[in-house]
């Protein structure tokens, strides 16, 4: 039995098949890991979510903020974006079941020495406190009012954390670290604008992963959604967002010997 955790797919539906094929993937024996972002910018965002449906238990998913964009454009009315490629999800005939699905989908999971996350994990954070708002959260978007979370989750403020947030504002800062964040600034608040290489950030800007004193430095905390960076792997990280959607790769690496797999994607263009 292997346990795959793979990058950001982004609707490219034949680079997974590939990429499956490449590692040998048996869903009757191994595990599959999915760090967010299954859905948008690619050609088969539908085909996307059916496959990762159809592995029931031997899937572990957690939501990206492409799939969050998704919900929340087919439960909440919020405008569709000029490069979405979401219509084919919001016009099949399983879409209710598909995005039901969706809804009830992690959005941090931790098992053995590893926890896995779409973006990141603000630094005063300890896993078990990341885990315990992300359940809070999880459960809302699955409830019976999740239409009101999705119209009030986006906005960039506020942008660090503090313990009497409430509503609104709580969901919010939750939502950004683990589906936005990729940099902070030197006091530690969320800069949601920056998301090209670390040789070209501005001045002042640490990413997530290196901010001083980091809680949760003792997990291997994987992650996608920050194609300029690339893949990463360290003891402390692994970043598997290879740029797939943008004509690049397409990563998985094996969690049991950090064996690391690749298969080229042709991009948009």
């Keep these: 039995m292997a346990t795959y955790a793979v990058g950001d797919i982004q609707g490219c539906m034949k680079a997974v098949e590939r990429l499956l094929k490449k590692v040998c993937f048996d869903p009757r024996r191994d595990r599959i890991w999915l760090a967010g972002d299954l859905v948008n910018r690619g050609p088969d965002s539908l085909g996307v979510l059916r496959w990762a449906r159809s592995l029931g238990d031997r899937a572990v998913v957690v939501l990206g903020n492409h799939d969050l964009h998704l919900l929340a454009v087919a439960h909440a009315g919020a405008p569709a974006k000029r490069r979405d490629t979401l219509a084919p999800i919001l016009e099949a005939p399983d879409r209710d079941e598909l995005l039901g699905w969706l809804r009830r989908q992690k959005l941090l999971h931790r098992e053995d020495r590893y926890a896995m996350v779409h973006a990141g994990l603000l630094p ?78 501005p001045p002042g800007l640490i990413p997530w992963f290196d901010f001083p004193g980091r809680k949760s430095r003792r997990t291997t905390l994987i992650c996608g959604h920050w194609a300029a960076l690339g893949l990463v792997m360290r003891q402390d990280l692994l970043a598997l967002d290879s740029g797939c959607a943008w004509g690049r790769q397409l990563t998985a690496v094996r969690l049991e010997d950090h064996a690391v797999f690749q298969v080229r994607c042709p991009g948009l263009g």
């Design 124 to 201: 005063g954070w300890s896993v078990a406190q990341a885990l315990e708002l992300a359940r809070e959260l999880e459960d809302a978007l699955a409830g019976p009012h999740a239409g009101g979370v999705f119209e009030r989750m986006y906005g960039d403020e506020p942008r660090s954390w503090r313990d009497g947030l409430r509503g609104p504002d709580r969901r919010r800062v939750v939502i950004n670290a683990l589906t936005r964040m990729r940099m902070l600034t030197r006091r530690g608040e969320m800069d949601l604008g920056y998301s090209g290489s670390l040789a070209d950030a």
